[in-house]
């Protein structure tokens, strides 16, 4: 399955699952005023600061920032 799910999406298991957890991040984010430390604990991240680095890899912005531009 994991070969398939690379073969058909172009990523591996571990990308695909953070694209899907920032995703969920995004929508948090966007339409609810749970803290970020929040968002990041239910999410199940336990390192804040590698939360952090791959959500402004993907956005070129902190996730406080990326909440701002969307209210």
């Known amino acids: 399955m994991i070969y398939a799910l690379t073969k058909y999406s172009g990523k591996n298991f571990v990308d695909f699952v953070w694209d899907i957890n920032l995703q ?3 929508n ?8 970020i430390s929040e968002i990041i604990t239910v999410l199940g991240f336990e390192n804040k600061s590698h939360f952090y ?11 406080l920032e990326y909440r701002a531009r969307f209210r």
Request: proline letters at 5%; charged letters at 30%.
């Open 53 to 63: 680095n791959m959500f402004r890899r993907r956005h070129n912005s902190t996730p």
């Open 28 to 35: 948090l984010l966007k339409n609810t005023d749970t803290s």
């Open 24 to 26: 969920k991040a995004e």
